[in-house]
């Protein structure tokens, strides 16, 4: 598919149409400039991988939580369909880890009884299945949370699998801060044991901290239906760009 007319099917599938950009997405259209360049460089008879995108917590896991009610699980969930119908519309292939309000545990019915084991498995099994699915990346998608509520901003942590990880997350950062939050001075970082699914992931992976539940207004962006699209985008844009320098690497050697 044209560049161009994969841009247009992405913004037809965010509900956006082409002469609104500007206006409704202030500098956004330089984002899809930006695809149009990068993407132009290679050929598209090479099939991009798929790419995994995990809304974190769901069920009766809910994540964190803002005071007003707001729960982490449903926002992951909203902003992990819209990156999935933006790669989706522009020709590129990704899938979530859950469509549902649940966790994913017992996904591959492999025990009787989860009790003490539901965290563990269900992490597991977002891992097992984006290993199944063949992702290229994978994406997991959290929101933040701090006791003192001046703190604000997208942060992406990466796994040590690979260079591919750190330039993923350093593309979301960037790209969130030009497009974004022009004052975010955040810095992706490396996870640590402490976050299992890039500690285990073996594909290239990240975890975006998509902003804090615990500032009053970036909580009230992120429930935004047209904020999250623009997040989105940003989020996409970076992907598409990985995907795509992967793609000119691999035809160049
Ligand atoms: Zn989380």
Redesign the pocket.
């Known amino acids: 598919m044209n560049k161009k007319l994969q841009w247009i099917c992405a913004f037809t599938a965010l509900g956006l149409t082409l002469g609104g950009v500007g206006i409704a997405l202030g500098n956004m259209d330089k984002l899809i400039m930006r695809g149009d360049k990068n993407s132009a460089q290679v050929s598209a008879a090479v099939t991009p991988p798929t790419v995994v995108i995990d809304p974190?917590?769901g069920g009766e896991d809910g994540?964190?939580s803002a005071e007003d009610g707001t729960t982490?699980k449903e926002l992951?969930l909203k902003v992990s369909e819209n990156l999935r119908d933006i790669l989706n519309a522009a020709g590129y292939s990704a899938v979530l880890t859950r469509e549902e309000d649940t966790l994913l545990y017992d996904m591959y019915g492999e025990l009787d009884n989860y009790k003490g084991k539901k965290k563990v498995y269900d992490l597991k099994n977002r891992l097992r299945f984006a290993g199944e699915s063949g992702a290229g990346y994978l994406v997991s998608i959290?929101?933040n949370k701090f006791p003192d509520k001046k703190y604000s901003g997208l942060q992406v942590y990466y796994s040590q699998s690979s260079g591919q990880s750190v330039a993923l997350a350093d593309r979301i950062q960037e790209y969130t801060k030009t497009y974004l939050q022009p004052d975010n001075e955040r810095m992706t970082k490396k996870a640590g044991s402490s976050i299992y699914i890039l500690n285990r992931a073996e594909m290239p992976a990240v975890l975006v901290e998509c902003g804090f539940l615990s500032n009053d207004s970036e909580r009230e962006r992120l429930k935004d239906e047209e904020y999250r699209k623009k997040l989105s985008l940003c989020i996409a844009s970076a992907i598409i760009d990985s995907v795509e320098a992967d793609r000119a690497r691999t035809q160049e050697k």
């Open positions: 974190g917590h994540g964190c982490e992951n959290h929101m």
